[in-house]
């Protein structure tokens, strides 16, 4: 290892990474500690604009320990996910240059170097939106990125896969199945893109953040209980997942909206069901959750053909797909009918990413919320009693690309000179 003066060199590299919304769930391990799944799983990727993680890695001599600050507080690497990671990517390293620099890192000096960590998530990490995917798949990505690790996708997203499940489906944009592979080391429980991000670009997201002061139990935690205590989990992994894996797969490649949609929910609600087999049952969604669910049912129900999809992680808030803008646009009035910003709240901080959709929603103020019109389907049938202050905020987004390095050093979250978070 060579440096202008020894000690003081850093080499950082940053990369951005996004989340991503499952439509069929991975819920339930065959195998903990790597993290190995009992069904296929398959994801959207959201827009890293709107919902991501922002991670800088940093190497250099003068540091005597791994450390990481999440949000700008330092957090304990410590936890075998972590450090799984860290052992995983490691041992890939290779030799890296940096000529301008005057940085040589051979193959074996990696194993004495030890590495900053900041990263960022640019959404509220308690709202309960799979930070955890983003995060973990941004660490491994900057990482091999740093250590010139090589490009095999396939590998990385196993390596993030032993962070959080889910985060090996952040390797890709688009749409992604996580293969829950059969090998005892994990080596074939991979993630794969399905199709890219431009391969049905129509789609239009909302997601509602729902208010909820419950303590909610961890993924983590809810699958182990179920795999312990569900008969159906086990049902489901074994027949009801196969089968359904084929026909989205088949929905996505030809753009069939109504047999994506009909699959989304049926396994979102079977996900919830299967949380109500677990003893002692788990409730992840809320009377809002609930509430949102009748409303697009009654929705799709009155059009005869169904309109947009919802799906619901392991929390109260809804994600939402709807075929195009002109029906997200039709959902947010339903959604801002029922569910209306709280008095002195403003309109954009109610409605944030993409608040284009507003315009073709006529919704550009509270004004023209308070004058909208009972849905038509709601007619007579349900008292329009609305919910204001149920919900903190939506999220308008789409399907958005895989991890990205950033090139501009600008966008560092580590300080060049001293190696900590700025
Ligand atoms: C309901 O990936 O957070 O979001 O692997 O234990 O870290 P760990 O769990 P995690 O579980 C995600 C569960 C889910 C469904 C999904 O994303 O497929």
């Given at each position: ?49 709107h ?153 239009f997201i909302v997601i509602a953040v729902v208010s ?76 809002t959750?609930?509430?949102i669910?009748?409303l697009?049912?009654?929705w ?8 947009v ?9 809804a994600?939402m797909?709807a075929?195009n803008r002109q029906a997200a646009a039709l959902l947010l009035q339903r959604l801002l009918f029922y569910f209306p910003p709280p008095q002195d709240t403003d309109l954009t901080s109610y409605i944030l990413g993409d608040k284009s959709i507003l315009q073709e929603a006529g919704l550009q103020s509270v004004e023209g919320i308070e004058a909208l019109a009972p849905p038509p389907?709601s ?5 329009r009693k609305k919910f204001a202050g149920d919900i903190s905020y939506f999220i308008c987004t789409r ?24």
């Amino acid at each position: 290892m060579t440096g202008e003066s020894e000690k003081s060199w850093i080499l950082m590299a940053t990369a951005r990474s996004p989340t991503n919304i499952a439509v069929i769930k991975y819920w339930g391990k065959r195998d903990e500690e790597l993290i190995l799944p009992v069904n296929d799983s398959i994801s959207v990727t959201l827009d890293p604009d709107h919902l991501s993680a922002t991670t800088t890695v940093a190497v250099s001599p003068s540091f005597e320990q791994d450390r990481m600050w999440l949000n700008g507080k330092e957090i304990s690497l410590s936890g075998g996910r972590y450090q799984n990671c860290l052992r995983e990517i490691r041992k890939r390293a290779r030799d890296v240059e940096d000529e301008k620099k005057g940085i040589r890192i051979q193959k074996d000096d990696w194993n004495n170097l030890h590495v900053h960590i900041a990263s960022y998530n640019n959404f509220p990490t308690a709202a309960g939106l799979a930070s955890s995917a983003a995060g973990f798949a941004c660490l491994v990505f900057a990482l091999a990125k740093l250590m010139n690790v090589k490009e095999e996708y396939g590998e990385l997203s196993s390596i993030a896969r032993q962070g959080s499940g889910s985060a090996c489906r952040s390797i890709y944009g688009g749409f992604v199945k996580w293969a829950m592979g059969n090998n005892p080391d994990g080596s074939d429980s991979i993630a794969i893109q399905l199709a890219e991000e431009t391969h049905w670009n129509d789609l239009f997201i909302v997601i509602a953040v729902v208010s909820s002061k419950q303590k909610e139990t961890s993924s983590t935690s809810g699958m182990r209980e179920s795999v312990q205590t569900s008969a159906l989990l086990k049902y489901r992994a074994e027949t009801v997942v196969p089968s359904r894996v084929l026909k989205i797969e088949e929905a996505i490649r030809d753009h069939d909206f109504a047999s994506f949609a009909r699959i989304t929910c049926a396994d979102s609600n079977q996900f919830h069901a299967i949380c109500l087999d677990t003893t002692p049952p788990i409730f992840y969604m809320n009377d809002t959750s609930h509430r949102i669910i009748s409303l697009v049912e009654r929705w799709n129900q009155s059009e005869g053909t169904l309109q947009v999809a919802y799906t619901f992680d392991a929390g109260p808030n809804a994600v939402m797909i709807a075929p195009n803008r002109q029906a997200a646009a039709l959902l947010l009035q339903r959604l801002l009918f029922y569910f209306p910003p709280p008095q002195d709240t403003d309109l954009t901080s109610y409605i944030l990413g993409d608040k284009s959709i507003l315009q073709e929603a006529g919704l550009q103020s509270v004004e023209g919320i308070e004058a909208l019109a009972p849905p038509p389907e709601s007619k007579d049938k349900v008292p329009r009693k609305k919910f204001a202050g149920d919900i903190s905020y939506f999220i308008c987004t789409r399907i958005g690309s895989g991890p990205k390095l950033l090139a501009d050093e600008n966008q560092a979250l580590i300080d060049p000179v001293n190696g900590l978070p700025k």
